[in-house]
């Protein structure tokens, strides 16, 4: 399988075999008008198997999303062919609108102007709660 590098763009890179798809929907990724390539299970020494997502634009992208999904991923900024910039995501402490309450009494189901935010509850398990009701996300 071939698949060109990328002169300008973005590599999310080391995501855990199967949340490619994940994180690739949540980005929105298919609506953008550019090459993306989601590339599943691929052999890693690192992780075993590992998915890659490339695309071949710069475009505004969510880390908050990709930390969520997969904080062992990493994001590669290329520019002229060359990586400019590596970051390692982590969990955020705030995600809004990634992930919806599904507490029906909470306010957020009866106020639809209200964003969806969610606080890390736990690090360790990943645990985030409504920051309104304190529901558990799943």
Known sequence: MNIDPIKNG????HITAGKGAQIYSLLGLDS????????RNVSS??????D???????????FDIIGYV????????????VTVEKKTMEPPELLTDV??????RCITTTEQ????????????????RCIYCETRAE
Not at 45 to 50: P, S
Not at 52 to 62: G, H, L, R, S, Y
């Open 10 to 13: 973005i590599v999310i890179d």
């Open 113 to 128: 102007e209200l964003k969806h935010v969610f606080r890390l509850y736990d690090a360790e398990t990943m645990e985030y």
């Open 99 to 104: 992930i919806k309450c599904r507490n029906p």
């Open 45 to 50: 020494k690192r992780l075993g198997k590992k």
């Open 70 to 81: 997969d904080p062992g991923a990493t994001v590669n900024i290329i520019r002229d062919g």
């Open 52 to 62: 890659i997502i490339k695309i071949d634009a710069e475009i505004p992208v969510n």
């Open 32 to 39: 953008l008008d550019v090459s993306v390539a989601l590339i």
